[in-house]
């Protein structure tokens, strides 16, 4: 398995935590294993950084490191800092014309949005941030729902722990399901939401509803038994509300609606059924609760923007 070289790029005043994150998920966490990715901080000059929280990190690299990375990675960016060089600039540029990924993670978006990569394109970033930002890249369609954004080989995401989904993401899609969610297991995080998640839910559950047992019981029941037809009535009456009650507390909850999230669990059991046996497509979509393997096929090209047998080949090659 070929290994996919990762560039981190570093700044003066940057968050640990946000250099932390693609530290921790494509290389920290393969305790026990060779990592899958090549990883290196690099900085201007390869001068050390100071971060934020009143440390400093050696960095070995300057920024001629992304000349040969698989992808770049700008991990966030300091909002009071001066604007980004025009030598980081251009290595970005030219990285994404010879095909690297470039991921801009929570305000890291800024610099990407500054190369003018991002023009006529969609993204996100930190929803604190969305009016500042398209006051400054009216080019830009900037959406600050989603917790991640791919478009071809740039993708953006939102702030703190959206970078952890955006990576983990990253690591799916390069690596395949089954691989990502032990990755998650082991930091203990969600093992998928998927980009289109909201980032930010302004209504608080209703402390007065129940949804504490029942409520969680039930969705862990669905869960565990996604093969089985679900339709929205018969779920809320087993957790003893209303039709609109489930509704509203289960968008509250998850941050989409119930039949997206249906879904959503689906095609994720399917990318590890396609990955780890040698079951028929239509065997899968019965599998997994959707039944007609159209509908399954529909469904999949859609979130994932290949078919269910391209994902089956790809990553049974990288086996």
């Given at each position: 398995?070929?290994?996919?070289?990762?560039?981190?790029?570093?700044?003066?005043?940057?968050?640990?935590?946000?250099?932390?994150?693609?530290?921790?998920?494509?290389?920290?966490?393969?305790?026990?294993?060779?990592?899958?990715?090549?990883?290196?901080?690099?900085?201007?000059?390869?001068?050390?950084?100071?971060?934020?929280?009143?440390?400093?990190?050696?960095?070995?690299?300057?920024?001629?490191?992304?000349?040969?990375?698989?992808?770049?990675?700008?991990?966030?960016?300091?909002?009071?800092?001066?604007?980004?060089?025009?030598?980081?600039?251009?290595?970005?540029?030219?990285?994404?014309?010879?095909?690297?990924?470039?991921?801009?993670?929570?305000?890291?978006?800024?610099?990407?949005?500054?190369?003018?990569?991002?023009?006529?394109?969609?993204?996100?970033?930190?929803?604190?941030?969305?009016?500042?930002?398209?006051?400054?890249?009216?080019?830009?369609?900037?959406?600050?729902?989603?917790?991640?954004?791919?478009?071809?080989?740039?993708?953006?995401?939102?702030?703190?722990?959206?970078?952890?989904?955006?990576?983990?993401?990253?690591?799916?899609?390069?690596?395949?399901?089954?691989?990502?969610?032990?990755?998650?297991?082991?930091?203990?995080?969600?093992?998928?939401?998927?980009?289109?998640?909201?980032?930010?839910?302004?209504?608080?559950?209703?402390?007065?509803?129940?949804?504490?047992?029942?409520?969680?019981?039930?969705?862990?029941?669905?869960a565990q038994n996604l093969g089985n037809s679900y339709d929205l009535d018969s779920v809320a009456a087993q957790c003893a509300m209303s039709r609109r009650t489930f509704t509203r507390q289960f968008k509250a909850q998850y941050g989409c609606s119930f039949g997206e999230w249906l879904t959503q669990q689906r095609l994720d059991l399917s990318?590890?059924?396609?990955?780890?046996?040698?079951?028929?497509?239509?065997?899968?979509?019965?599998?997994?609760?959707?039944?007609?393997?159209?509908?399954?096929?529909?469904?999949?090209?859609?979130?994932?923007?290949?078919?269910?047998?391209?994902?089956?080949?790809?990553?049974?090659?990288?086996?």
């Amino acid at each position: 398995m070929n290994k996919h070289t990762i560039a981190i790029v570093a700044v003066d005043n940057i968050s640990a935590f946000h250099v932390s994150v693609p530290c921790l998920v494509f290389q920290d966490v393969f305790i026990q294993q060779q990592s899958m990715f090549d990883l290196c901080l690099c900085s201007e000059n390869a001068a050390d950084v100071s971060l934020s929280s009143g440390f400093t990190i050696s960095i070995e690299k300057d920024l001629s490191f992304i000349d040969s990375a698989d992808i770049v990675v700008i991990p966030s960016w300091p909002n009071a800092l001066p604007e980004p060089s025009k030598a980081l600039l251009d290595k970005l540029i030219e990285a994404h014309q010879r095909g690297a990924t470039i991921v801009g993670l929570c305000l890291g978006a800024y610099v990407v949005a500054k190369t003018g990569l991002l023009d006529k394109k969609k993204a996100t970033t930190h929803w604190a941030f969305s009016e500042k930002f398209k006051q400054d890249f009216p080019n830009v369609s900037i959406d600050c729902n989603p917790l991640f954004i791919e478009q071809g080989n740039i993708i953006t995401s939102a702030g703190t722990a959206a970078s952890l989904d955006c990576c983990l993401h990253i690591v799916r899609r390069l690596h395949g399901n089954e691989i990502a969610s032990t990755i998650a297991r082991t930091m203990v995080t969600a093992p998928f939401r998927n980009g289109g998640q909201k980032q930010y839910i302004p209504s608080p559950i209703d402390k007065r509803a129940d949804t504490s047992v029942s409520f969680v019981l039930v969705i862990n029941e669905i869960a565990q038994n996604l093969g089985n037809s679900y339709d929205l009535d018969s779920v809320a009456a087993q957790c003893a509300m209303s039709r609109r009650t489930f509704t509203r507390q289960f968008k509250a909850q998850y941050g989409c609606s119930f039949g997206e999230w249906l879904t959503q669990q689906r095609l994720d059991l399917s990318q590890t059924l396609l990955e780890s046996t040698d079951y028929s497509i239509s065997t899968v979509a019965e599998l997994i609760g959707i039944g007609s393997d159209s509908v399954f096929r529909k469904h999949f090209k859609k979130a994932y923007h290949v078919s269910p047998t391209q994902w089956r080949a790809v990553f049974r090659a990288n086996i």
